[in-house]
């Protein structure tokens, strides 16, 4: 099986052979396992051949936290964003294994390799600060996806507003190991 760099792993079922709901546990190297039921009627609905289950967890969504944003073309901590990288420092505090990626994006304005060095560094921004409010820096990790993972159709050539842009200017944080207690 082939996970690719968004967490997902697919593979491929023969849908006559499998009804009703299926179990899968997912894991990978030290990464979180994952475990899915998939309604597999609901799948084959819609007469899919392949399975799609995530490995890493959004944290934002399974804790209701929000990316944090960013100024254009800027990589400090707005105090917006540190209230939400607090409750993250929170969060890594209750859960002494968690170990999370930082995951730090562009808008779609300037080269693609001046984005992907802006990107990386926000995504540092983001991880100093963590690690300054006493989280190991073992636990926490960045990486700049540059313009790669627009939220919006703000692509090249495209006119967008500026509220528009910014919904792309957002550092998410993934649980990549370790367990989440509610």
């Given at each position: 099986m082939q996970v690719n760099d968004t967490g997902y792993f697919k593979t491929g079922f023969d849908q006559s052979k499998y009804a009703g709901n299926l179990r899968f546990i997912a894991?990978?190297?030290?990464?979180?396992?994952?475990?899915?039921?998939?309604?597999m009627g609901e799948l084959f609905?819609?007469?899919?051949?392949?399975?799609?289950?995530?490995?890493?967890?959004?944290?934002?969504?399974?804790?209701?936290?929000?990316?944090?944003?960013?100024?254009y073309n800027k990589s400090n901590i707005r105090p917006d964003a540190a209230a939400k990288l607090d409750k993250i420092v929170n969060i890594m505090r209750d859960n002494g294994d968690l170990v999370i990626e930082v995951g730090s994006?562009?808008?779609?304005?300037?080269?693609?390799e001046y984005n992907q060095a802006l990107s990386d560094r926000r995504a540092k921004s983001s991880v100093?600060?963590?690690?300054e409010n006493g989280i190991e820096t073992y636990r926490v990790y960045g990486k700049g996806y540059g313009e790669t993972q627009l939220v919006n159709q703000?692509?090249?050539?495209?006119k967008c507003t500026d509220p528009e842009h910014q919904k792309n200017r957002r550092t998410e944080f993934k649980v990549v190991r370790g367990s989440l207690r509610r």
């Open positions: 894991s990978y190297g030290n990464y979180a396992t994952q475990r899915e039921i998939v309604d609905k819609e007469d899919r051949s392949l399975v799609s289950i995530p490995l890493y967890r959004d944290l934002g969504k399974e804790l209701r936290i929000n990316p944090i944003y960013f100024d994006h562009t808008d779609s304005r300037g080269t693609a100093l600060y963590i690690t703000c692509e090249d050539g495209v």
